[in-house]
């Protein structure tokens, strides 16, 4: 399939700080575009999605851009606090289908 | 309202043994997704199901690998036989279906084969 590129694979902020995460794919006919949490053991969370007639999207310290002509889109996570550490995926749909191609993950962690 | 339930948690098998995992979706969820999660990956998606048809199963090695979804609710995944290679954890997720992107998982099963 085609390929979603996360980066960094890991990532330590102090709490309090920004922490951003960044994507690239190569898929231009792709339009959904959602960001996951996922906790050791358990399964993945949506805790964000754009599509692509978004440009930015913001929910409470979360927000994602989405650059559609350069393929790429990033996750802000601003005020961060310890439970804000977890894996976060990046995923991008395959085409305008409801199938999602998914990133290698980053690992947040945040220090009191 | 109950999130998507998968059973079990864990499990154990030597290889070449059968194996299933079980998935209940969440309800009025058409469609429902297995994927493959390798330590360290993030999600492969293996078959996809719009209520009770297969509509994408390109990346499931059907040589070993079976899934169904009888009546468009529950689904199972089975391999037979397991190889060593199949250790991973097994995710199941829902979505509304026409037009509702979002998906849901469950909290996946991890299979470890010996």
């Known amino acids: 399939g085609e390929n979603v590129e996360q980066h960094p694979s890991t990532l330590s902020v102090q709490e309090g700080d920004s922490a951003v995460i960044k994507c690239t794919y190569s898929?231009?006919?792709?339009?959904?575009f959602p960001w996951y949490k996922q906790e050791l053991g358990k399964g993945p969370q949506l805790i964000i999605d754009?599509?692509?007639?978004?440009g930015e999207k913001k929910d409470q310290r979360i927000a994602v851009t989405l650059n559609k002509t350069a393929k790429h889109f990033s996750l802000h996570i601003t005020e961060t606090q310890p439970e804000d550490s977890a894996v976060y995926f990046c995923?991008?749909?395959?085409?305008?289908?409801?199938?999602?191609?998914f990133g290698k993950g980053t690992s947040l962690l945040v220090t009191p | 309202e109950a999130g998507v339930v998968q059973s079990p948690r864990y499990k154990i098998i030597e290889k070449k043994q059968p194996v299933a995992f079980w998935c209940n979706p969440i309800s009025g969820h058409n469609t429902l997704y297995w994927y493959l999660q390798n330590l360290g990956q993030g999600p492969e998606l293996l078959i996809r199901y719009e209520n009770e048809e297969a509509v994408d199963d390109s990346q499931l090695p059907k040589d070993r690998f079976s899934a169904e979804r009888l009546k468009g609710v529950d689904s199972t995944l089975k391999i037979q036989p397991a190889e060593l290679g199949d250790s991973a954890v097994y995710l199941c997720?829902?979505?509304?279906?026409?037009?509702?992107?979002?998906?849901?998982f469950g909290p996946g099963t991890r299979l470890t084969v010996l």
């Open positions: 997720a829902s979505s509304l279906g026409r037009g509702g992107h979002e998906q849901f």
């Open positions: 898929d231009s006919a792709s339009n959904y």
């Open positions: 754009i599509r692509s007639n978004v």
């Open positions: 995923a991008a749909s395959i085409g305008s289908g409801y199938a999602l191609n």
